[in-house]
């Protein structure tokens, strides 16, 4: 299915249950992959803001943030990310999001 197919689909999912986090999790997904970052971060942003344990949609709203250049909103997802990682005992996303923090730091 084309990322354009994709976007269409989840879009009327969420059409349809404004309030469903995975439908948003997978149209914020198929967004970015569209290139469509501001819109993924919208719902992103929904996924993180609904569920206060879930650490990929910060993961992944952190790292959209950083490609648009918004560091300090990036940082804060990525904070929240990391205590999540280490909460839950993640560790990859742990390092990962360590290595992100480390490199923002950096700049």
Partial sequence: ?????????????????????????????ALAEAGRLPDAVEHYTFCARKKADWMMPRILLGKLLLAQGRKAEARAWLEEALQLAVDQQHEEPEAEVRGLLRDLDAT
Avoid: C, I, T, Y
């Fill in 1 to 29: 299915m084309s990322v354009s197919a994709r976007v269409d689909r989840f879009a009327a999912l969420v059409a349809g249950q404004p309030d469903n986090e995975l439908f948003r999790f997978s149209l914020a997904q």
